[in-house]
């Protein structure tokens, strides 16, 4: 780094290796003399995107400092600035998901015992998260906007996710304590399955065992043309990057596809499930 980047460093207290890693973003474009646009073109990162990186508005992936470093020719200087970022501002298991989820153009999931995150409704998303072990109010309160806002890749008008999920078939037997919240949590389902851009699969219990039992896999695809992997268990994640083990774990997931049911065949069941529902529902107790 030169001495023009200095200027990132003169305030004492307030420095962090999160503001240098911006500032170094937004000086090597300065350098290259190109705009968000011209900068987009070349590395396939959108320009909101891009500006929000020097901006300072989210940190982005590994993935987008080793683009950027590779197209600037600044050795690892990107990516050894955005580590120790990284170091300094994590804040749970999620964080580096969220921020390559947030980059993604295509995700395959497959979700384990839940409805999947990007498909639940807020009053599921409450319950779910609020069972979190040790989660306080303003936690789960958080948490819940979070995922809320994560949805506009699914539920909103742009920048669309290519979105296909493996649901098993426990999500739907395990329902919500509310009758009205598990209606439209299975309505919420059901509009999703019919959206253009993404794809249901039911993972249903005559599949049998099988690998993924216990736990969540999301597979991502990014502007760069990498894949990332993310193993979730019930207390913890792991972000995958080594292309031989991301490759072993979309073989998995293809496999596990073949054996769930068609998206025509979920989506005749999601609405069995919520006509059963319904009719229970509306019964007089006796």
Request: glycine residues 8%.
């Amino acid at each position: 780094m030169d001495s023009n980047s200095n200027s990132t460093m003169d305030d004492g207290e307030s420095v962090s290796a999160r503001k240098v890693y911006h500032s170094e973003l937004a000086r090597q474009r300065e350098r290259s003399g190109l705009s968000l646009g011209e900068l987009n073109s070349r590395t396939k990162y959108d320009p909101s995107y891009l500006f929000r990186l020097e901006n300072g508005e989210r940190l982005g992936s590994i993935d987008a400092a080793r683009v950027l470093d590779r197209y600037y020719d600044t050795g690892n200087l990107i990516v050894g600035l955005w580590k120790l970022a990284k170091r300094e501002g994590a804040k749970s298991r999620y964080e580096g998901f969220m921020e390559v989820e947030a980059e993604a153009g295509s995700m395959q999931q497959f979700v384990a015992g839940v409805i999947p995150g990007l498909l639940q409704t807020e009053r599921y998303a409450q319950v779910q998260l609020g069972s979190s072990w040790g989660a306080t109010e303003e936690q789960c309160a958080e948490w819940v906007r979070e995922r809320m806002a994560r949805q506009e890749r699914i539920l909103g008008t742009a920048n669309l996710l290519t979105y296909r999920v493996l649901i098993d078939e426990s999500a739907l037997r395990r329902r919500l304590p509310d009758d009205d919240a598990w209606t439209e949590q299975l309505e919420r389902l059901i509009h999703a399955a019919q959206l253009p851009h993404v794809t249901v699969h039911l993972v249903d219990f005559a599949s049998g065992p099988h690998p993924m039992l216990g736990g969540s896999l999301t597979l991502l695809w990014l502007p760069s043309g990498r894949n990332i992997a993310y193993l979730e268990g019930s207390v913890s994640g792991q972000l995958i990057e080594e292309s031989e083990e991301v490759e072993t774990l979309r073989l998995a997931y293809d496999q596990l596809r073949d054996f769930a049911l068609s998206p025509e065949r979920t989506l005749a069941v999601l609405r069995s499930v919520l006509e059963d529902h319904t009719s229970c529902s509306s019964q007089p107790q006796s």
